[in-house]
Structure formats: structure tokens, C-alpha cells
């Protein structure tokens, strides 16, 4: 089974779109591309990745899947579309065009109103979405949750990811409301987890065990089957780096089966985004 680095992002500065990428956070304001993150796929043995957006442009979507067409390490692409735009359905069906578009993701952790997603303009485009068998990708932090679930609640047939496990306030442990709003969500079947961005919410330093009871509890309510392992690189480079944390992941899902280990760190992934679109993995 392919090992499939289900999320990890490239940029170029000069784009002049990624409003949030400034000069403070210092080892990751460079240009990043696949020649960079080439040795570390190769060192865990990953054979495909998919590629996701980090800035609110669909410009930025277009370069991503300009990419991906050059690249065939690049079996999928999660994009953006301007979600508030009168003609918003219309963009999902252009950009849908574009075959080896996967997924969408709003970066709803940076949009000002908490019930945004709960908004009824919403439900047309997340419809337009199952038609062009998208997937959800869900960029949310702990307050957005019970909305996340209203929303998943509505739309049974799209597929939903929750990105970076919805983000949990590792650094001060306050996660209590997380974990019991992780074990609703988990209740739904058109939602899965990624197991990714966790290290950048733990305190600098962070260790092993600082992780492991998010881990073990998403394990325990979404079960193997759905979770993806994503790097979140270079963002991951803020603490710890690709290296670190992938070793972290092996080492806190060391105790499950050969069969679902393989499940995370690849097959979900494929079954996931690439099922029906993006560019087929060959099964060994």
C-alpha cells in the first residue's frame, strides 16, 4: 500500500498572497518547494502527497494544481474558492474542471464570524461539492466544533476532513470541552481525522507524552480507518520539523496493527481523496 503524506503545503513569497506568513515567523518565511521536501519523503518511504492550500486565493489554487500536473508525486490538491462570492457555486464548478482538485478548504480559523459555517448560503456550494465528489476539508479550532457537527449533521453525503484534529489547546491542557466534542463528531461517518498540526499546538519542546492523550483518544473514537497522517510541512518546521514528528506518529500509533498503521499513513488517504479523482495510486 502506498504511503501517502495526506497534507503538506509549497509556497513562493513573491506570490504576495500568504497574508499570515511574516517575517516573525522566521525558519519558515522562505520559498518552499518539492525539491525541499523531496529527502524527507524519501526518507520515511512516502510515494505521494497531497498538496494544500495556504492562502485564501484561488490564484493560489491554480498555482498549487499547476503544480501537481508537473509533478506526479502530487496525487491531489485541496484548494480554495471564495465561499462568500455570489457566484460561488459557479467557481466550484470551474475549478472542479481541474481533476486533480480533491478537496476544499476555507481557513475558517481565520474568518471573524464563529457561525459562518452555519450560514444557509452555505449549503448550496457544500451540495456542489458532493456533486463534484469534493471533500470538506475542515481548517477549525476547538470553538468551531459544535458547529463543524451542526454542518456534518446537515450534509451526510459530503465527505468531511477535520484538519490537525481540530486543533486542541495542547500547550495549557485545556482540552476537556475537545475531547468530548472529538467523541460527538466521531459518531458521524462522513467525517475523518487528520493526524497532523498537533506538534505546532504543544508547548516548544514538546515530547512524546505531551501528545499522546489526543492521539489515543482520536484513535479511540475514530478508529484507525479514520485517520490520515499529514506532515503539515513546512509549518511543522516551527517545532520540530518533519523528521521529528513523523517519528513521533510511528512511535504513538506503534501499538496498532500492521494493516492500520498502513491504513493512516497511506491507504485512508487514497481511499479518501483519491477514490475518484486526483491521480490514482497503484495498489502493490
Aim: one cysteine or more.
Amino acid at each position: 500500500m502506498m504511503r501517502i503524506d495526506a497534507h503538506h503545503h509549497l509556497w513562493t513569497l513573491a506570490r504576495g498572497d500568504y497574508g499570515w506568513l511574516t517575517p516573525a515567523l522566521e525558519p519558515i518565511y522562505r520559498d518552499f518547494d518539492l525539491s525541499d521536501l523531496a529527502p524527507h519523503l524519501a526518507a520515511a518511504s512516502i510515494e505521494g502527497s497531497i498538496l494544500v492550500q495556504a492562502a485564501p486565493t484561488e490564484a493560489e489554487t491554480h498555482f498549487l494544481l499547476d503544480i501537481a500536473e508537473r509533478e506526479e508525486l502530487v496525487r491531489g490538491v485541496i484548494g480554495w474558492i471564495d465561499f462568500d462570492a455570489a457566484d460561488a457555486a459557479a467557481r466550484i464548478d470551474a475549478l472542479a474542471s481541474r481533476k486533480l482538485l480533491v478537496g476544499l478548504r476555507p481557513m475558517v480559523q481565520d474568518i471573524a464570524d464563529d457561525d459562518w459555517l452555519l450560514r444557509p448560503a452555505l449549503a448550496p456550494l457544500l451540495s456542489t461539492m458532493v456533486r463534484h465528489r469534493l471533500a470538506f476539508d475542515a481548517l477549525v479550532l476547538p470553538r468551531h466544533l459544535p458547529r463543524l457537527l451542526r454542518v456534518v449533521d446537515r450534509h451526510p453525503d459530503l465527505q468531511f476532513v477535520l484538519d490537525h484534529f481540530g486543533k486542541p489547546h495542547l500547550k495549557t491542557g485545556d482540552i476537556a470541552a475537545w475531547l468530548d466534542d472529538i467523541s460527538l463528531l466521531a459518531e458521524r461517518p462522513n467525517i475523518v481525522c487528520k493526524i497532523s498540526g498537533l506538534v505546532t499546538e504543544a508547548a516548544p519542546n514538546w515530547q512524546i507524552d505531551d501528545l499522546r492523550k489526543a492521539v489515543d483518544h482520536v484513535v479511540a473514537c475514530f478508529t484507525p480507518q479514520r485517520m490520515l497522517w499529514g506532515s503539515d510541512w513546512p509549518v511543522v518546521d516551527l517545532a520540530g520539523g518533519y523528521v521529528k514528528w513523523f517519528a513521533a506518529a510511528e512511535s504513538l500509533l506503534a501499538g496498532l496493527s500492521t494493516d492500520d498503521r498502513a491504513a493512516i499513513f497511506g491507504g485512508n488517504a487514497a481511499r479518501i481523496y483519491l477514490s475518484s479523482r486526483g491521480r490514482q495510486t497503484s495498489r502493490r
